[in-house]
């Protein structure tokens, strides 16, 4: 008999050793499900990535296999049992891959159930070429529908999540170029003149067209001199300071016409960011040029151009299609006046590198901008483009935006060439989407 309780007596030892490591396990972490640094979060089964023509951007398990590589990891993200999950689809939609509505303690006894596929908005060809165009740059690309479907998303510096261990996750937060950054969403940016079309919407709303004014080079506001690429001369209406990006006409204008609380409520329509409380004449004349308080992020600016081709519509960014929110926040009257001139950007003004394709019947409208501020490395150019395109004459199908730091030149200059190399593979009748 004693023989029989020692049996059992080991036995139920036993089972609660088993049971308790199993869900110390398996509870170590709370919540139980829904962050990365869960275990069993980490061990389970995910499905495939796919774009909107179902090419394949992420599969597979121990090891999770990524085809874009570099190209694709800020947007698609990298996830494996040593660091859990990085980047944007990878931990937005970690719950669509593993499992859809079940309880949590499904996934406790269902580890090795597979995952299911997710379908996103992305192009996997036009997110590789929009990587490449960026060779070597330091900043961010965005390129979507009106709607808000994203088609690609690039930020670089970049890093390879095919090669994702503990070793190369901790180089990879050590860096000080950040590749674990997603500049794209996270980034904050002056936008310099691109902000132009904002503070123009932001006039055309009062029915003010501006007042002619005469660009001498610069203009001193407070104890502050603030410069213009050149002296213009006598710049008689927005069109033309809009085309030229004459600082010193937006600054003017802004200045004599609109009060702080009309930018602030202009600005928050597309600036997540929340201005300070007290503006000043200095504060209204940077911002009037796309510096100071304003700072957004390249997918802020894609929106932006957005709502400016959709009639005012103002789009929700998004990588899986879903019913989104679209508000009317611009006058379709308005919309049309920014996109004309912005077209005028391309004919005669600084973004004249598009203007063959205007010749060839496509549809291409731009701002350029740059912000000059100063680091311990001395002056630097933030280098800024939003803009449109589409196949056919006067109506976009696209918007996107440029963002380059620490940039050797201008948005002109240095955005516009690589937005080329992007329209060259988009524009043609063969790329369709």
Known sequence: MKGKFMVLGIFGVWFVLILTAFFRYALSYD???????????????????????????????SPRRYPLGQAGSPIIGVATPEIGSEGYIEQKYAEQLIASKKSKWWYLLNQSDEGFPLKTTLDKNLLLTA????????????????????LASVSTPSYDPNKMSKKYYAELSKSPDRPLFNRAFDGKYEPGSAWKTVIAMTLLEKNSQGKAVTCNGSLRVGNKEIRCMKS?????????????????????????????????????????????????????????????????????????????GGKGVRPTSHVVKANMDTPKIMDEKTAKKLSDMMTMVVK???????????????????????????????????????GLAGRAKNKPEIAFSVVIEEAQGYGGTVCVPVMKEILDYYLPKGNKQ
């Open 232 to 308: 213009h001369g006598l710049i008689k209406d927005m069109t033309d300071a809009f085309t030229m990006s004459c600082n010193i006409w937006f600054m003017k204008n802004a200045l004599s016409e609109l009060k702080a609380d009309e930018l602030r409520k202009s600005f928050k329509r597309f600036m997540g960011r929340e201005m300070k409380k007290e503006i000043g004449q200095e504060d209204i004349a940077l911002a009037a040029i796309g510096q100071g308080e304003v700072l957004v992020s390249p997918v802020e600016l894609a929106q932006l151009a957005a709502t400016i």
């Open 348 to 386: 005669r003004g600084t973004a004249r590198g598009f203007s063959d394709y205007l010749k060839k019947g496509y549809f291409v409208a731009a701002k350029t901008g740059t912000a000059e501020r100063d680091t311990l490395k001395g002056k630097v150019n933030t280098a800024v483009l939003i």
């Open 31 to 61: 919540p139980f499900f829904g962050t990365t640094k869960n275990v069993i979060y980490r061990y389970q089964v995910r499905g495939e990535i796919r774009d909107r023509n179902n090419e394949i951007l992420a599969y597979g398990v």
């Open 131 to 150: 990587y490449r165009a960026m060779n070597g740059y330091k900043g961010a690309i965005v390129i979507m529908k009106l709607d808000g479907e994203i």
